[in-house]
């Protein structure tokens, strides 16, 4: 079985701070990972993405995500965050596109 | 642009009203998702759909069905409504396999939903 793990529930972090949200998973098999972002009151959003080829992938506002197959990780990392990454972040993985799996959730709020 | 639609942002309804929540996406997309979602919980899978009138159970199909009649519009239903199925719901879309892209959902804008 796959699950998620979201250390973090919530994040507080002031303007222009780095930041970085946690994930880890668990699974036997070889597993596609995501971040998705909710702002208040809309639906969640692609954030980005890992499927193959480099470990390393960014989004294009700035944010990153490693995906480290030893650790079973796939944390989120911004080196300085602004007012409007207010949200929540959600990590999920699939590895047959019909089920995916989401983490708890981690808020993150930017204080100026 | 993708665009999945919930027929409600939100919704009041007594315990033991029949509720059908509705989800139209535009993309032509064959797999079609219910999802809740609750506070510390995440998303959790209701069920999904890869195409029409083919269903299947996710995590959590307890007090819910669905129906998939056309391609583009997925229906969630509760039979029975009670207060313990007080939550947000979010339907998602995506393609089938076969392009980068078919790898990410797409989801509405979700229907808060409370049972009194």
């Known amino acids: 079985a796959q699950s998620v793990t979201q250390l973090d529930s919530q994040v507080p972090v002031f303007e222009e701070a780095p930041v970085e949200l946690r994930c880890n998973y668990s699974?036997?098999?070889?597993?596609?990972l995501f971040w998705y972002v909710q702002y208040p009151n809309q639906g969640l959003q692609l954030l980005l993405k890992?499927?193959?080829?480099?470990?390393l992938v960014e989004s294009i506002n700035g944010f990153e995500a490693e995906f480290n197959k030893s650790q079973t990780s796939f944390h989120l990392r911004k080196p300085s965050v602004h007012i409007s990454d207010t949200a929540e972040y959600f990590c999920?993985?699939?590895?047959?596109?019909?089920?995916?799996?989401f983490g708890s959730g981690t808020k993150l709020n930017v204080k100026p | 642009d993708v665009k999945v639609t919930q027929s409600s942002r939100y919704l009041v309804k007594r315990t033991g009203e029949k509720v059908f929540l509705e989800c139209v996406q535009d993309?032509?997309?064959?797999?079609m998702f219910w999802y809740r979602q609750d506070p510390g919980l995440g998303l959790r899978l209701i069920y999904f759909?890869?195409?029409?009138?083919?269903?299947e159970k996710g995590d959590i199909p307890e007090g819910y069905s669905v129906s998939r009649e056309k391609k583009e519009r997925f229906s969630l239903i509760l039979e029975s409504a009670s207060t313990n199925q007080t939550s947000m719901y979010l339907c998602?879309?995506?393609?089938?396999?076969?392009?980068?892209?078919?790898?990410?959902?797409?989801f509405g804008p979700g229907t808060r939903l409370t049972v009194t």
């Open positions: 998602a879309s995506s393609p089938l396999l076969g392009t980068e892209t078919s790898y990410e959902q797409y």
């Open positions: 699974s036997s098999v070889s597993v596609y």
């Open positions: 890992y499927l193959s080829g480099s470990t």
């Open positions: 999920a993985v699939t590895y047959n596109f019909n089920k995916f799996y």
């Open positions: 993309m032509d997309h064959e797999n």
């Open positions: 759909s890869y195409d029409v009138k083919m269903k």
